[in-house]
Nanobody, 122 residues
Framework: QVQLVESGGGSVQAGGSLRLSCAAS????????MGWFRQPPGKEREAVAA???????YYADSVKGRFTISQDSAKNAVYLQMNSLKPEDTAMYYC????????????????WGQGTQVTVSS
């Protein structure tokens, strides 16, 4: 079964950290871009970070220097380490798999997880 399952969301105070995990089945980061996206309340879904073939990483300007995307090939998992969290990082976070050239282009991602909620309080 091809699916992505996110975990690791929760509530944290500003300045804190969280690590999101994405367990992948039937799809790998070897031939696909694996991305993290988020959708704040009442707003459009936006790209956060992507890990593409060749270990190339891409980040939205708003998270550069604070978030890190990584993978564990043995576990077929992708992670998003989030540090120095801000209230504006509050959103539902989604893991997605896309075309190998997808980078941060949301429309190029075709497989999505159900999401995990991240809430950052001030």
């Amino acid at each position: 079964q091809v699916q992505l399952v996110e975990s690791g969301g929760g509530s944290v105070q500003a300045g804190g950290s969280l690590r999101l995990s994405c367990a992948a089945s039937g799809v790998t980061a070897i031939n696909n871009c694996m991305g993290w996206f988020r959708q704040p309340p009442g707003k459009e879904r936006e790209a956060v970070a992507a890990l593409c073939p060749g270990a190339a990483t891409y980040y939205a300007d708003s998270v550069k220097g604070r978030f890190t995307i990584s993978q564990d090939s043995a576990k077929n998992a992708v992670y998003l380490q989030m540090n120095s969290l801000k209230p504006e990082d509050t959103a539902m976070y989604y893991c997605a798999a896309g075309h190998r050239w997808a980078r941060l282009e949301l429309s190029q991602y075709t497989l999505w997880g159900q999401g995990t909620q991240v809430t950052v309080s001030s």
